[in-house]
T-cell receptor, first 113, second 117 residues
Framework: AQSVTQPDIHITVSEGASLELRCNYS??????LFWYVQSPGQGLQLLLK??????LVQGIKGFEAEFKRSQSSFNLRKPSVHWSDAAEYFC???????????FGTGTQLKVEL | DTGVSQNPRHKITKRGQNVTFRCDPI?????LYWYRQTLGQGPEFLTY????????KSRLLSDRFSAERPKGSFSTLEIQRTEQGDSAMYLC???????????????FGPGTRLTVL
């Protein structure tokens, strides 16, 4: 079955520390992968996306993600977390011929000052 | 570009009542999507439109749900005879609908939170 798994429901990091959020996918071909962030009262905002080419993708707000085909992973990273990064993060991929996103269950990030 | 807007932002209703939500996509976006997000879960696809045509519906979309996009602009999602299990955040997204899906990003609205008592 096509699915996205985010193993960590909650993660807490100190401000200034590095961050890695995990995402694993199950899909029959090379997927189109996305990371979105959702803050309270806000819509989902696209951080970055991967379709092909360079497996290290740069996004907004200093985030990056690396596609690893051998591990079926697309982990999100940030070298130094800011308090404003506290939010829920969703990994997703395109299915249905590119017509719909399939999301993971999300990882809630808490940043300690 | 004013973004995707959704109204109302919150709706509280009693079981058995009908509710309707509205989504205004980014202008010139041909595709419009509806997703549902329940507590502790990621958004789940419900349906999408290419212009005014509804091209796909999820099995999640029971016959109590109906979506329209007249004239290919705004869209409405109606739920008839609401049930407590319908309580969720209903998200709308839009995209240009480009043939090259690698460049066709979905932009999301803030959602409508429905509470069914």
């Amino acid at each position: 079955a096509q699915s996205v798994t985010q193993p960590d429901i909650h993660i807490t990091v100190s401000e200034g520390a590095s961050l890695e959020l995990r995402c694993n996918y199950s899909y029959g071909a090379t997927p189109y992968l996305f990371w979105y962030v959702q803050s309270p009262g806000q819509g989902l905002q696209l951080l970055l996306k991967y379709f092909s080419g360079d497996t290290l993708v740069q996004g907004i707000k200093g985030f990056e993600a690396e596609f690893k085909r051998s591990q079926s992973s697309f982990n999100l990273r940030k070298p130094s977390v800011h308090w404003s990064d506290a939010a829920e993060y969703f990994c997703a991929f395109l299915t249905g011929g590119g017509n719909k996103l399939t999301f993971g269950t999300g990882t809630q990030l808490k940043v300690e000052l | 570009d004013t973004g995707v807007s959704q109204n109302p932002r919150h709706k509280i209703t009693k079981r058995g009542q009908n509710v309707t939500f509205r989504c205004d996509p980014i202008s010139e976006h041909n595709r419009l999507y509806w997703y549902r997000q329940t507590l502790g879960q990621g958004p789940e696809f419900l349906t999408y439109f290419q212009n005014e045509a509804q091209l796909e519906k999820s099995r999640l979309l029971s016959d109590r749900f109906s979506a329209e996009r007249p004239k290919g602009s705004f869209s409405t999602l109606e739920i008839q005879r609401t049930e407590q299990g319908d309580s969720a955040m209903y998200l709308c997204a839009s995209s240009l609908g480009l043939a090259a899906i690698s460049t066709d990003t979905q932009y999301f609205g803030p959602g409508t939170r429905l509470t069914v008592l």
